[in-house]
Nanobody
Framework: QVNLVESGGGSVRPGGSLRLSCAAD????????MGWYRQVPTKGREREWVGHMIWGIYANYPPSVKGRFTISRDNTENRVYLQMNDLKPEDTALYYC????????WGQGTQVTVSS
């Protein structure tokens, strides 16, 4: 079991940037990596994958965010970040992180709203 806390969300205009943070209460090396997901309540309960990082191997992203979103790891603070640039209205969602392999316990998420 791991406790994950997401933060850093907010409201930005299209083209803006945000950096989301995911804090874990266990050493990140306990896991194989970390993934980021997002959920739009009006589109149901399914979470959309927006990227993941396998420690020491690679990071991968879907076409919808590739080139705009970047995952990084801070070993000193036991955090994983999601840098989001050139944000679009369709990026508006509740963002979550989860370990790889995934934990059954999701955090509360952090809201990102992109509008003009």
């Amino acid at each position: 079991q791991v406790n994950l806390v997401e933060s850093g969300g907010g409201s930005v205009r299209p083209g803006g940037s945000l950096r989301l943070s995911c804090a874990a209460d266990k050493n990140l090396d306990t896991f194989n990596g970390m993934g980021w997901y997002r959920q739009v309540p009006t589109k149901g309960r399914e979470r959309e994958w927006v990227g993941h990082m396998i420690w020491g191997i690679y990071a991968n992203y879907p076409p919808s965010v590739k080139g705009r979103f970047t995952i990084s790891r801070d070993n000193t603070e036991n955090r994983v970040y999601l840098q989001m640039n050139d944000l679009k209205p369709e990026d508006t969602a509740l963002y979550y992180c989860n370990t790889l392999p995934p934990s059954a316990d999701w955090g509360q998420g952090t809201q990102v709203t992109v509008s003009s």
